[in-house]
């Protein structure tokens, strides 16, 4: 058997495994807008709560129409969920691209074929809990970010880019992986030179997003 030839971007993505999910979702907040100059012990508290959060949810079904398309890898996006109508987008470009760079960086050991479709699905089920279920609160406050603050009454923030690390430890959970698609998600970004976003917040038209931080399995949209 022939071993894969690897480009210097391959190199620079398989090294990537040496981060764990924590230091990798970290890495996600902190190139995330909003985020800019933050204490990195609070990006990393906040990841280490948002992978705990995601890992324990209760397995959430896909209840949304899933249709497939290309085009993800130009516009960086490997799946996407639209809240009106309900539906989940997946990337098949995308997909097969993440496919073969498993197999060129030997990884897998952690996704098997047919998972990353399978994670895409998972990822984006959770961000279509997180848009129509209480989960979004109950988040919220297990991050604890304290926007504003009346006597006893406290009112808790929205931190960007934690719903997509919770989608990608609950995929990872619930699809038996055993690395989280984060890790994959940031390798793809780092060999094709955009940042393919299997999440996105949910939106209610159709097609052709903006693409997002990561190559993440989609997010509420």
């Not at 999910?21 to 933050?38: F, N, S």
């Not at 249709?67 to 993800?72: A, L, Q, T």
């Not at 516009?75 to 989940?88: F, I, Q």
């Not at 990872?172 to 970004?189: H, M, N, V």
């Amino acid at each position: 058997m022939t071993a894969a030839v690897l480009t210097r971007a391959d190199r620079a993505a398989q090294d990537l495994a040496d981060l764990d999910d924590i230091a990798l979702g970290a890495r996600l907040l902190a190139a995330t807008p909003t985020h800019e100059g933050r204490d990195p012990e609070l990006l990393t508290r906040w990841a280490t709560t948002a992978t705990e959060f995601g890992a324990a949810l209760d397995l959430v079904p896909c209840t949304a129409r899933v249709v497939e398309s290309d085009g993800g890898l130009e516009a960086g996006l490997l799946a996407r969920y639209t809240s009106r109508p309900s539906a989940v987008e997946l990337y098949t470009d995308t997909i097969a691209a993440a496919e073969d760079l498993i197999d060129r960086l030997g990884w897998r050991h952690w996704y098997p074929t047919g998972s990353v479709r399978a994670a895409a699905i998972a990822h984006e089920a959770v961000h279509e809990r997180l848009h129509h279920s209480r989960a979004k609160a109950d988040l919220k406050r297990s991050l604890g970010h304290v926007v504003l603050r009346l006597g006893e009454h406290r009112m808790y923030g929205h931190v960007v880019g934690a719903d997509e690390i919770v989608a990608h430890a609950y995929a990872r959970t619930s699809c038996g992986l055993g690395r989280s698609p984060l890790l994959l998600t940031a390798a793809l970004a780092a060999t094709t030179g955009s940042r393919p976003s299997p999440a996105q917040p949910p939106q209610a038209s159709p097609p052709r997003r903006t693409a997002r931080e990561n190559l993440r399995p989609g997010r509420e949209k």
